[in-house]
């Protein structure tokens, strides 16, 4: 006959296990002997390895005490639905690894590739890196609203890279951002003309029709104002595009009346 300690050392588990699986009623608890002490025979011996088989398995507490009373085909059974639910579990796991392994990669979380590239093509051409943070906080409101476009939007986003007005806008957006204030304004202005004229050649090639993605506003005013509680300067920014005509940063729609 056994004690406690002597029958989990035998079965390769702890003390406290053996405890717990009486607790949850899986383990029979023996009565006290003489002695006071709990004794454990050869049958608890095989019903506590039969445990500990299972739940080194993976097969969850509450699941054992039926596969352990089962027969044959209920036993397979059982087994085949809970390798199920390992595999699940295991694909749920890759995933939050995946996820995780993304934290290391800055630009790359909650990003697709074609995004990363654009904003390393942003470095490229001397924007400063709260700009680029900026540019990838926008695009992660973007891929959480239109994941599948986003996609189809990225190399005419990148082709536009090429554009001269468009390095000289984030090179004056920087500016902007490391500017002391004095001039602040001398760039807010520049950079507004610089929108309002890519504004006018992208209305007059069409570039700047975004079909049904027009329609759903909230991504955009979420842009704009994402730029502004960045940078509260930029509100002044949307003031003098709209002067020029334009209303809007991120979905720039020309005004019906230009304002005096």
């Known amino acids: 006959m056994l004690t406690i300690g002597q029958l989990a050392a035998y079965a390769g588990v702890t003390v406290r296990a053996v405890r717990h699986y009486h607790q949850v009623g899986l383990l029979p608890e023996p009565e006290r002997d003489a002695s006071g002490y709990r004794r454990y025979g050869a049958t608890a011996a095989v019903s506590l390895i039969r445990i500990r088989i299972l739940a080194n398995a993976g097969v969850p507490l509450s699941q054992i005490g039926r596969l352990l009373d089962a027969d044959a085909a209920t036993f397979a059974a059982a087994v085949q639905g809970i390798d199920r639910q390992l595999r699940d579990e295991i694909e749920r796991l890759e995933s939050s690894r995946r996820q995780i392994a993304q934290l290391a990669a800055g630009d790359r979380l909650a990003l697709p590739p074609e995004v990363v590239t654009y904003l390393d093509r942003l470095r490229e051409i001397g924007a400063s890196k709260r700009v680029v943070e900026g540019e990838r906080d926008g ?16 190399p005419s986003k990148i082709a536009q890279l090429d554009h001269p007005q468009v390095v000289r806008l984030y090179q004056v957006m920087s500016e902007i951002e490391l500017g002391n204030g004095v001039d602040d304004d001398v760039r807010l202005t520049e950079a507004a003309d610089l929108i309002a004229g890519l504004a006018e050649q992208a209305h007059a090639s069409g570039e700047i029709d975004l079909g049904e993605v027009a329609r759903d506003n909230l991504p955009f005013d979420l842009l704009d104002a994402l730029a502004v509680e960045v940078d509260p300067r930029l509100q002044r920014l949307l003031d003098l595009v709209r002067e020029r005509g334009w209303a809007g940063l991120a979905k720039l729609e020309r005004l019906a009346e230009p304002p005096d």
């Open 139 to 154: 695009w992660i409101l973007m891929a959480a609203r239109w994941p599948d476009q986003i996609r189809e939007w990225m």
